[in-house]
């Protein structure tokens, strides 16, 4: 079955720590792996996309990794904001998906108190 | 700047109303897609459409159904609303291909009473 494990499920970290977001996905053939931010209340919107051949990809202070080999990937964030706040979703694509839907994971909520 | 634009961020109806849930893409986007999301379960997919005319069910799509007359705009319409379906709906589209994200709204809080 098609699917995308986040963890941890919620997280709480002080402002100017770094933190690491987990994704383990089982679905198959693998295409690329978005991540996307979502804050309270707003649509996601997407921080990075990867493909097979790619291992890391940068956007500012997140970077993310993927080891296509075990089906995990991986959202660092470095210095972290209060605006950093939000849940952050791993979304998987099939190879062979054209139209169809990507598989989503549940999301990791974080939170960064001053 | 590219946008899909759900006509009503917040939402109050009652128990049997039909409801319309609007979705607006300027992107000339072949696909379009609605989601629920609740917490705990993340997005679940309702129904999603890949052209004109076209819909397709996703995992959930009992008690919903769908329009797609042009292709920039994507009705959820909820036939006899119920309380189980107060939730935060997402539309997104996408262009066909393997390797395009999807672009998302903003989103609509629907309350149902």
């Known amino acids: 079955k098609n699917q995308v494990e986040q963890s941890p499920q919620s997280l709480i970290i002080l402002e100017g720590k770094n933190c690491t977001l987990q994704c383990n996905y089982t679905v198959s053939p693998f295409s690329n792996l978005r991540w996307y931010k979502q804050d309270t209340g707003r649509g996601p919107v997407s921080l990075t996309i990867?493909?097979?051949?790619?291992n890391t990809k940068s956007n500012g202070r997140y970077t993310a990794t993927l080891d296509a080999d075990t089906k995990q990937s991986s959202l660092h964030i470095t210095a972290s904001q209060l605006s950093d706040s939000a849940s952050y979703i791993c979304v998987v694509s099939r190879k062979d998906s054209g139209n169809t839907p990507l598989v989503f994971g549940k999301g990791t909520r974080l939170s960064v108190i001053a | 700047d590219v946008k899909v634009t759900q006509s009503s961020r917040y939402l109050v109806k009652r128990t049997g109303e039909k409801v319309f849930l609007e979705c607006v893409q300027d992107m000339d986007h072949e696909n379009m897609f609605w989601y629920r999301q609740d917490p705990g379960l993340g997005l679940r997919l309702i129904y999603f459409?890949?052209?004109?005319?076209?819909?397709e069910k996703g995992d959930i799509p009992e008690g919903y159904s769908v329009s797609r007359e042009k292709k920039e705009r994507f009705s959820l319409i909820l036939e006899s609303a119920s309380t189980n379906q107060t939730s935060m709906y997402l539309c997104a589209s996408s262009p066909t291909g393997k390797n395009y994200g999807y672009t998302f709204g903003s989103g609509t809080r629907l309350t149902v009473v």
């Open positions: 990867m493909t097979f051949s790619e």
């Open positions: 459409s890949y052209d004109v005319k076209m819909k």
